[in-house]
Nanobody
Framework: QVQVVESGGGLVQPGGSLRLSCAASGTFFSHYDMGWYRQAPGKQRELVAAITSGGSTNYADSVKGRFTISRDNAKNTVYVQMNSLKPEDTAVYYC?????????WGQGTQVTVSS
C-alpha cells in the first residue's frame, strides 16, 4: 500500500504563487507516474499536471505557462509550482500515484485564490 500526502495549500491573492508538495511512501516511487488533480465545488475532478516515471510532463491548457510539475525521486516527492494564480484555480488539489493498475490518492489540500 502506498500512502500519498499532499501539503502546501492555503490562501493566496490573485497573481500570487504557491508550491504544493506530495510525498509518497514505498520503495518504488521512481517507477510511478504522478499527477496533480483538482476539484472545485460542483465540478468534476480534473487533471492539472502530470509527470511520468521518465520525466515527461503534461499540463491542462488552463495552467500551461503558469504551473510547473517536477519530481525528486530521492525524496519520494512530486511538486507543482503554481504561479500567476487566478480565482478560478481555487479547488482542492489531489495527488495521484499510478503504476499500471495500481492508483493511489491523497486526501487533498485546499487552495483558495482570493483577495
Amino acid at each position: 500500500q502506498v500512502q500519498v500526502v499532499e501539503s502546501g495549500g492555503g490562501l493566496v491573492q490573485p497573481g500570487g504563487s504557491l508550491r504544493l508538495s506530495c510525498a509518497a511512501s514505498g520503495t518504488f516511487f521512481s517507477h510511478y507516474d504522478m499527477g496533480w488533480y483538482r476539484q472545485a465545488p460542483g465540478k468534476q475532478r480534473e487533471l492539472v499536471a502530470a509527470i511520468t516515471s521518465g520525466g515527461s510532463t503534461n499540463y491542462a491548457d488552463s495552467v500551461k505557462g503558469r504551473f510547473t510539475i517536477s519530481r525528486d525521486n530521492a525524496k519520494n516527492t512530486v511538486y507543482v509550482q503554481m504561479n500567476s494564480l487566478k480565482p478560478e484555480d481555487t479547488a482542492v488539489y489531489y495527488c495521484n500515484a499510478n503504476l499500471g493498475l495500481r492508483s493511489y490518492w491523497g486526501q487533498g489540500t485546499q487552495v483558495t485564490v482570493s483577495s
